[in-house]
């Protein structure tokens, strides 16, 4: 059963999340720093203590994954202090109680309960909740609440009642493009857990490559994975991870297309005459139903969540209708373009799937008025299919405006919301329908290295968006928190932050590269599918550039932006007039030193005009400041031409954008002519 | 058969070494940046590119380990590049080949050969071994070759003939005071691969806990660990961990002292009437050797290595001497002492050592005139005993000097050599017998979270000398080369650098405690055993300091000294009193922005006055850079004062020492008085 009571968040609340008076009341009033956060909080006077008398027990119900829930909160909880509670906290007294009223199902079900009531004195914890689902979110929860004080670490007093607002919170890795070792895969499950998603969606195959192991059909990953394959039971293993971690694990086999990998081992599956030129499955044959009938019934015993995900995405129709023989099928059959070619091959497939007991979900090609009302619609090209499946009785997730592969800001995703747009106009019963969304990690310009600084912290934001009470909506809250969020995610091994240290001394062959730093902290990849124009991607194309290397949205330049905001428009504190300043002033400086290291190595070379840019555009902003800063005039040329080179630097230059460019046009169109 | 033929250097490579003359030649003869330096050097004209054209076929004797070495060296290798040679080395037409004449050893030995030979055209990679150990380190060697230019990732034309110094190269880490979990200990095995350590010292057990499982006597880990042991699956695994990367691993049994915790399951062994105030194993009755010998007999089954080490540090001689019954037995038996009784004990050790088949390995102390020649002696309290135990037929290994928890500096550790001091005096057969060095990393106040900054990259340093001539021995060059290890060790997942930056999050509660990182990188933890004197730890201390969090060595503090030093002499470069002037101004100006940082924690509060210091020391080097470069005479009086001052902050103060006040001593020394 889905749980979906929106909550009313009481006023307190709502003040804290916008972060306005939480901290105003009390020196300890400090606003929460979780992310997502929780549905009801209500804070009290004081604070609850953490240190080496720390205890905690498990009452009611037990089984062996709440004592490794148990083992593992306290591994981070001695992370997050430096207290060495690992060990000590399980034979210290209790006073942390975990009550766990009954088990959860045997294979984690779409809707449990997920709830938790997390009641936090200035003497001790109760955490309650039905089944070790919610048990796991409570303590994440409480992970999150600890903070250093000038008396120790703590958490403070409040009672917190939380349930998530969607049932189906996932993030797709798509290890069919690249291969994604399992370690890169199982550190992003800790991160899932920590920010409380639900389902792991894990993609196999795709033409570049097949990599999980069937034993049915070995040939499979034996010529179509270069040797690199998840093994059945490290399938196995990884499953019993997210279980652990309270996550289901949804696999997907996309067909008909992007295929090609298959074809390796199985070449009569192929609609083209030559199996290496074809990507898509041939829907004619027989034999190609006997084979998938086979396949999947070998992915259904080894995968035991309820959703068999098949795909279903851009098939190009001209392989199948500019192919005689294929097109003779289609007269034939009275079958009138590809699209219906697609469909029958989808209703079949469907059949398949629901053979083996499991529902089918695909992309949204798979919505047809005839899909059976249990297949699962998940949305990539827009909201539009997400309501329309809603519309006709299917149930949706939403990926549209959460594709983390394109270099979005956290914001842009924070803001999607499954009930908006499209959505908004649905019926109450008809919103039950949209389950949720999910983040997705592409990797066909994105590798298991620089994966984590593409995946987090922005998820976080999504994450929140999925778990938390609609409302929950200040975007400058979420940046606020997204920071300390980021920060805790190291804590799971999480490499997003040091992914780009690693990256630039690659890239310049110096170990403590401070001028490449400087340059790289201002730039991002471009937006969308502009870095794909920009830049020539093949299936082996070395992703060690520093589009690869920076993160999808510069922190310092998103900060930057802020306070020439402020600047420009007369609300500028004197600390944003300094910082500013001093922030321009080591931009202009910085191309003298970087120069001399750029053209040391093929990496960088093509660098030097973007650093020469950055330093001319900090002078026009310095030069902008005193302006300002004097109320002096200064003539319409200068400023026009200004204005025109800064728009001219703000494109995009060696697959990067200068992000500051903006900003110090803000400043210069701030100022007066004469 | 143990190699030992000391090489001479061609002049050449002796000036690579020194960091003089390779650089000058030619644009493309940089120097060398390996770490260990290669034995024989010699230089040829050009580069091999290194791009995904890259092959790498094994020819020759075959075995798994040689296709797991390939793997991990391709692995490696795209992530010193970020092409992703990791698949198709192992299909492209191999432009690199790798010889192996035949097998090495079933069991790792002592000074079995692990010479290889390394040829480089601009087309070809010749590597030769005759065992898979040489594979193993001629594999490292090209890592570390690799760097980029302008023109691509490539290594340089280059013939190396390369064979360690001495067969005996160590790492000990205590698992003995502090449980160190499996990863830990696995991802310092890749460190040692990487600089060519051969020992792991694995020592499991002290006072505090034992952590490792006996099936023979259970009770040990059942009663002694808290939970946290080694299994022996697990030690097997970690055994063929070790021996995949050349790595010999030698178990460590502390007895007769230190055992306290083995009294926890099996009283019956301690010495005293209460065995939880006891810490020394009962020498007197038959019971103690009837059990020793079932346990070191189990043990000898699980670790192959032919070395059996069983301590004998530190017996505090009152509780036998002070114990009736004890003193009783030795009496009847004429034992004048303890040390008599200690030395009674160890030969029963020895001769259950040697029914296993093993050879006994102990701390100096067990070194007595009639110790048996095979036993290995480690010298741990200084330079003699090795000395001494060479002189009478003993071999031995150097630990004294290369105590790495004692945050001494790199230089110190490096310019201790094995064949110095009193060994220096041996003959050349007696020096045989110095087989080489371990560095140790005792974890009584250093914990698994912060091992990693106690090891590397100083270890890189001792490493070095134990493989490389006696010769390579340049201060400076080792610290540029240093720097450069330092950062290859992160791509085996070291985490010396990431680690302080995380301990100071956590300390700030900051996530970009940006003034907290600059106050941190000019202090450093007291050296020696000053840091037990300044701080009260117990088995619980929690480990979440700023002594905790900062190197062991402050880089930041080295460089300004050696600018300081330049400077005071007159032998500064513009670039020196820029940089120093810059970096005086930032330290000057921190503390007002570092203060309120500080004043929001417990673990920073104490810190107030070492910020204040530094921002004083840095008022006072800002005013004598300015008299220095205006030739201005000060008066006596204000010079002594500030001497003192300097003097004073450079004592250690919470627990750190100041790096940068002396060489601001240095600066103001250097002015002239009026």
Redesign the interface.
């Known amino acids: 059963m889905i749980r979906r009571n929106v909550l009313v968040l009481p006023l307190l609340m709502v003040a804290c999340v916008l972060g306005l008076a939480c901290n105003v009341h009390a020196e300890e009033e400090y606003p929460l720093e979780n992310m997502p956060m929780p549905a009801h909080v209500e804070r009290g006077q004081g604070e609850f203590g953490v240190d ?1 008398s720390f205890g905690v027990a498990l009452e009611g119900y037990r089984e062996p994954r709440l004592e490794r829930a148990r083992q593992r909160f306290l591994d981070r909880l001695s ?6 509670l690992w ?2 906290a ?2 210290n007294k209790a006073n942390f109680t975990i009550r766990t009223a009954g088990a959860s199902k045997a294979v984690q079900q779409l809707g449990e309960d997920e709830s938790y009531h997390l009641a936090i004195t200035t003497t001790s914890v109760q955490l309650t909740a039905s089944n070790p689902l919610g048990v796991l979110r409570g303590l994440d929860t409480f992970l999150q609440l600890v ?6 670490f703590s958490v403070p007093v409040v009672v917190i009642d939380d349930n998530p607002r969607f049932p189906w919170r996932g993030l797709l890795i798509d290890s069919g493009h690249r ?1 994604i070792p399992v370690p890169d895969v199982e550190r992003n499950l800790d991160g899932m857990e920590t920010v409380k998603l639900n389902v792991f969606h894990w993609r196999f195959a795709d033409d570049q490559g097949f990599h999980i192991e069937s034993k049915r059909y070995p040939l499979l990953q034996k010529k179509g994975s ?3 394959y998840y093994t059945q039971e490290e399938v196995r293993e990884v499953i019993t991870y997210a279980r652990d971690r309270g996550i289901r694990v949804v696999p997907e086999f996309d067909m008909p297309c992007h295929t090609r990998s298959w074809f390796a081992g199985y070449p009569e599956l192929a609609s083209g005459p030559d199996p290496k030129q074809s990507s898509a499955i041939d829907p004619t044959r027989e034999t190609t139903y006997t084979f998938l009938a086979g396949f999947l019934g070998e992915m259904s015993s080894l995968f035991p969540d309820a959703y068999m995900h098949t795909g279903g995405d851009e098939c190009d129709m001209k392989e199948w209708e500019g192919n005689a023989r294929i097109h003779a099928f289609m007269e034939a059959h009275g079958i009138k373009d590809g699209a219906a070619l697609q469909a029958r091959f989808t209703a079949r497939v469907q059949k398949i799937v629901a053979g083996d007991r499991k529902i089918m979900m695909g992309w949204d090609e798979v919505l047809g008025p005839d899909t059976p009302k249990d297949v699962v619609i998940e949305s990539w090209r827009g909201p539009a299919s997400l309501a329309e499946a809603a519309r006709q009785g299917n149930r949706g997730v939403l990926s549209s405006g959460y594709y983390i592969d394109l270099n979005q800001s956290a914001a842009e995703h924070y803001l999607v919301d499954p009930l908006g747009e499209n959505a908004a106009t649905l019926t109450p019963e008809q919103k039950t329908r949209v389950l949720g969304g999910e983040a997705t990690m592409w990797t066909d310009i994105v ?1 298991h ?1 620089n994966m984590d600084n593409r995946i987090w912290p922005r998820t976080a934001a999504i994450a929140e968006r999925l778990w938390s009470p609609e409302e929950v909506r200040d975007v400058d809250s979420m940046y606020r928190r997204l ?2 969020v ?2 805790r995610l ?1 804590y799971d091994g999480l490499r997003h932050r ?1 992914i780009t240290e ?2 630039l ?5 110096d ?2 590269p401070v001028a490449l730093r400087v340059l790289a902290s201002v730039v991002q990849p471009p937006r969308m599918y502009e870095r794909q124009q920009l830049r020539n991607f093949s299936d ?1 194309t ?3 550039q520093m589009d ?1 290397a920076v993160p999808p949205e510069s922190e310092t330049a998103r900060e930057f932006h802020e306070m020439a905001k402020r600047i420009a428009g007369g609300q500028g504190t004197p600390e944003d007039w300094q910082r500013a300043r001093e922030w321009l002033v080591l931009w202009r400086d910085n191309d003298a030193k970087l120069q001399p290291l750029l ?5 960088t ?1 093509d660098l030097a005009p973007v650093s020469r840019n950055l330093s001319q555009v900090a002078e026009i902003g310095l030069h902008a400041l005193d302006d300002l800063q004097q109320h002096r005039a200064v003539s319409r040329e200068v400023r026009e031409r200004n204005i025109e080179f800064l728009k001219s630097a703000g494109k995009p230059q060696a697959v990067l954008l200068l992000m500051v460019a903006p900003s110090v046009e803000l400043l210069v169109e701030a100022t007066s002519t004469r």
């Open positions: 080496g992370q997050e202090t430096g207290i060495p060990r000590a399980v034979e903070r250093i004080t000038p008396r120790g291969f270069g040797g690199f590798s290295e920071q300390v980021s920060q190291e040091i690693e990256m001394e690659r890239m310049s062959g170990p403590d082996f070395p992703l060690n690869d053209a040391r190595s093929f990496l070379k």
